[in-house]
């Protein structure tokens, strides 16, 4: 069965420093998504792609968050300068293009920012 | 209020108990439901969609009340794997928009 795939499980960082989160959707999916998870807390939408552009972001989604998607098959989340409060699970996730919304996730990076 | 509420327990419960939880969500133009199970520092896997005519899947099911607002899911039969945290989850504008989570229902099946 198809999975999403996120590299690194885990990242660690000092704070400032820049971090790249990667993640291989489902092969025939065509919208993208980036959520976040800090520890006890629930997941929080931060970012969805469609055909090469953003579709919606959320207020966490500020001017240190970037997405691409580089080539065909990886989607990239990029944090400029990070903070200690950036701390948490990222899971990326993809859709399909019929259904109804269902999406289905990745294992997740934890990032942990020192 | 909070766009999905759900109690967050724990519910503790004996192996073989049915066991109901209960989401309330506040934007009556959320288009989908869904049930997502999340074990321990893991992501959120899709258990189960709800649609208005209740739907159930083996010991799972799953029931939404669009006048109230409001989604279950009831468990049969519980057993020790079941136990994990079961997130509520509404999706607000159809088929590519953003999932709403609530801070999910945690789940302790004992023997």
């Known amino acids: 069965e198809p999975e999403v795939t996120q590299t690194p499980s885990h990242q660690v960082t000092q704070m400032g420093q820049e971090v790249i989160l990667r993640c291989v959707p489902i092969s025939n999916h065509l919208y993208f998504y980036w959520y976040r998870q800090i520890l006890g807390q629930k997941v929080e939408f931060l970012v969805s792609f469609y055909n090469n552009e953003i579709s919606e972001k959320s207020e966490i989604f500020d001017d240190q968050f970037s997405v691409e998607r580089p080539d065909g098959s990886n989607f990239t989340l990029k944090i400029r300068s990070t903070k200690l409060e950036d701390s948490a699970m990222y899971f990326c996730a993809s859709t399909p293009t019929s259904g109804a919304g269902e999406q289905y996730f990745g294992p997740g990076t934890r990032l942990t920012v020192t | 209020r909070k766009e999905v509420e759900q109690d967050p327990g724990p519910f503790n419960v004996p192996e073989g108990a049915t066991v109901a939880f209960n989401c309330t969500y506040s934007?009556?133009?959320?288009?989908?439901f869904f049930w997502y199970r999340q074990d321990c520092r893991k992501e959120p896997k899709l258990l189960m969609s709800v649609y208005s005519s209740g739907n159930e899947d083996g010991r799972f099911t799953a029931q939404l009340n669009r006048a109230s607002q409001y989604i279950s899911l009831l468990i049969r039969d519980s057993k020790l794997s079941d136990s994990a945290t079961y997130l509520c989850v509404v999706n607000r504008a159809g088929t590519a928009s953003k999932l709403t989570f609530g801070t999910g229902t945690r789940l302790q099946v004992t023997l």
């Open positions: 934007n009556s133009a959320s288009q989908s």
